[in-house]
């Protein structure tokens, strides 16, 4: 499906990037990151067997953002919502900047904000909610008006 009122933002074809090697609770990964004219515009996070469930998992949530940074998400959003979850493989790390994880969701987000020194609402770091870190663009859930109301 085309969307003609999306712009696209194209990165040309050279990068300059990092990889990042790091064991998460005793699971070995990968992180490499390119940018091009100054801008994230691709991230890819290797863990696993390829085959592999958490392989496939983390390759598709690598796609996910790559495909949004590339049609101009902004950076900031994807660490804020990555951080702080909670699945295993979590704990200690061998990443000196990133000495605990409590995911590899958390990992990859905590490393994107020291690799880009992006900024993070406090509130958002601190793993509360705040809805002032929503844009005023994105449309809101009708009321719940219709639902019928709970028999006392």
């Known amino acids: 499906m085309s969307d003609t009122n999306r712009t696209q ?18 699971t ?22 390829h085959g592999s469930t958490l392989a496939g998992l983390t390759e598709a949530l690598s796609t996910a953002i790559t495909t949004g940074l590339q049609a101009g998400a ?14 295993v493989p979590s704990g200690a790390t061998t990443d000196p900047d990133v000495p605990q994880a409590t995911s590899l969701s958390d990992y ?3 490393r994107l904000h020291h690799e880009r020194s992006i900024t993070v609402p406090p509130q958002a770091d601190a793993g509360q909610p705040d809805a002032g870190t929503r844009s005023s663009s994105q449309p809101q859930l009708p009321s ?9």
């Open 9 to 26: 933002w194209r990165a040309s074809r050279r990068y300059a990037g990092t990889a990042v090697d790091f064991v998460l609770d005793g």
């Open 28 to 49: 070995a990964g990968r992180l490499v990151t390119a940018a091009s004219a100054g801008r994230l515009t691709h991230v890819e996070l290797r863990v696993g067997k």
């Open 74 to 87: 902004p950076l900031p959003e994807f660490v804020t919502e990555l951080r702080h979850t909670h699945y």
């Open 108 to 110: 990859l987000a905590h």
């Open 144 to 152: 719940a008006s219709w639902l019928p109301h709970p028999r006392s």
